[in-house]
């Protein structure tokens, strides 16, 4: 199956807001409400900020959000800081294959 | 504390063989899925497959079928990702997750492991 798209960057300076998207098919992101976002900072495991679209985890701010809207999901990040400045990758399951798929990832730089 | 701790990293030549393993701690090993994800040099994250050690239930994704092995043992609670002969194109660092009950969700990491082929 194909990689979800992303765009590669996005930046913003921070206190402001950013959002990214991901774009999939019927068959994954607009079929099921299992899009997930991970941050990952340069040589570490990601980690998970949101689940199912809109859940986050215990522990991660709700300075990040999640939506979905037909075939693109989106991760807004609110109150840009500093420390968000990482990779992000969308996640969705897919009927194509029972398991899962990853975007493409994006660069949020804050400048 | 839910814990997963891979092996360290490897350094193969091509056609060689290799396992390298993920050690889980602080939950329930056999009632939850196991996946591995692949991340090649300056790439992005990559599906291979889960793997659910209360039936030995695994899943590949079409590109990693054929091409690895995963398997665990709930003795050690332990799982583990293999290759029977090794390409250059092997070479990557291999992560290991715990998957949640949702779809496709990993919601614990390993530190990953890096492999290089060469």
């Known amino acids: 199956q194909s990689a979800l798209t992303q765009p590669a960057s996005v930046s913003g300076s921070p206190g402001q807001s950013i959002t990214i998207s991901c774009t999939g098919t019927s068959s994954d992101v607009g079929g099921y409400n299992y899009v997930s976002w991970y941050q990952q900072y340069p040589g570490k495991a990601p980690k998970l900020m949101i689940y199912d679209v809109t859940n986050r985890p215990s522990g991660v701010s709700n300075r990040f959000s999640g939506s979905k809207s037909g075939n693109t999901a989106s991760l807004t990040i609110s109150g840009l800081q500093a420390e968000d400045e990482a990779d992000y990758y969308c996640s969705s399951y897919t009927s194509s294959s029972t398991l899962g798929v990853f975007g493409t990832g994006t660069k949020v730089t804050v400048l | 504390e839910v814990q997963l701790v891979q092996s360290g990293a490897e350094v193969k030549k091509p056609g060689e063989s290799l396992k390298i393993s993920c050690k889980a701690s602080?939950?329930?090993?056999?009632?939850?899925?196991i996946g591995w994800v692949r991340q090649m040099p300056g790439k992005g994250l990559e599906w291979m497959g889960i793997?659910?050690?209360?039936?030995?239930?695994?899943r590949y994704s079409p590109s990693f079928q054929g091409q690895v092995t995963i398997s665990a043992d709930r003795s050690m609670t332990t799982a583990y990702l293999q290759w029977s002969s090794l390409k250059a194109s092997d070479t990557a660092i291999y992560y290991c997750a715990r998957q949640i009950g949702t779809a496709a969700v990993f919601d614990y990491w390993g530190q990953g492991t890096l492999v290089t082929v060469s």
């Open positions: 793997h659910y050690p209360s039936d030995s239930d695994t």
């Open positions: 602080g939950f329930s090993f056999a009632t939850y899925w």
